[in-house]
């Protein structure tokens, strides 16, 4: 009798993040065991030019249900779809390999599973921004909101997904701006959607990339460059009442 699929995927990209990787892919197998959830962990090797490729490697040997795969660097948006295709759970999230993991933390997306095809974490507390971050996380749903109609309270941050409704999807973005595409699509094909209050972690170490002016740039060039496709795309007629 084959085994039944676990309950969730969960995506972890890792770009140079060899310093960390050990302890947070080992701190979330424990996270997932105590809450008693059938999980796996897929660690997506984003093009990392440290050691970051071989503790993959080593962990995915060491850990049950622990699978590292390897590419060139496609930034968090194109490891997310990468390790997508690999998941067999019912539902997806991204985690990510520089945030440390407790139950608490994944609570409340395993409560709404099963009924909804999407979750969206919203942060109470933005937890080590500077000034310039804190302003941008408070305009970037709204951005959002105005170009697409998605009024969600905060779109860039941890979502879970039922797997059989993200991959029905088409996806453009490789960078940020993919968290926000994933739900105007989702949303588009009619998935329910769902938010949950959620504590945001200090991270492990280092400097968030979010933090960098390239990044954001970058980010808002990708979410104008996503409008003006989306807007050409044909849409749907309206349900009829």
């Not at 995927?9 to 990787?21: C, G, I, Q, R």
């Not at 949950?196 to 933090?211: I, Q, T, W």
Request: with cysteine; net charge positive; aromatic share 8%.
């Amino acid at each position: 009798m084959n085994p039944l699929p676990p309950a969730l995927s969960v995506v972890v990209p890792a770009f140079n993040e060899e310093a960390l990787l050990d302890g947070a892919i080992r701190r979330l197998r424990r996270t997932l065991d105590e809450l008693r959830l059938s999980a796996e962990i897929i660690i997506v090797n984003d093009g990392s030019r440290d050691h970051t490729g071989a503790i993959a490697d080593t962990l995915a040997n060491d850990l049950k249900d622990v699978v590292a795969c390897h590419q060139e660097n496609q930034g968090i948006g194109g490891a997310f779809r990468r390790g997508a295709t690999l998941a067999t759970g019912d539902y997806l999230i991204l985690w990510p390999a520089d945030m440390p993991a407790d139950p608490a933390d994944l609570a409340p997306y395993v409560t709404e599973f099963g009924r909804a095809d999407v979750i969206v974490g919203v942060r109470r507390m933005r937890v080590g921004y500077n000034p310039l971050m804190a302003f941008n996380s408070w305009l970037y749903p709204k951005l959002v909101a105005t170009l697409f109609g998605l009024r969600l309270r905060d779109v860039n941050w941890i979502h879970a997904y039922r797997r059989t409704q993200f991959l029905k999807i088409r996806l453009t973005q490789k960078g940020i701006p993919m968290l926000a595409e994933a739900l105007i699509r989702l949303r588009d094909i009619g998935a329910s959607i769902v938010e949950v209050d959620v504590e945001m972690k200090a991270r492990l170490g280092g400097v968030p990339s979010a933090s960098r002016l390239k990044v954001m740039r970058r980010t808002l060039t990708g979410l104008f460059s996503l409008w003006w496709t989306w807007r050409q795309e044909p849409r749907p007629p309206p349900a009829s009442r």
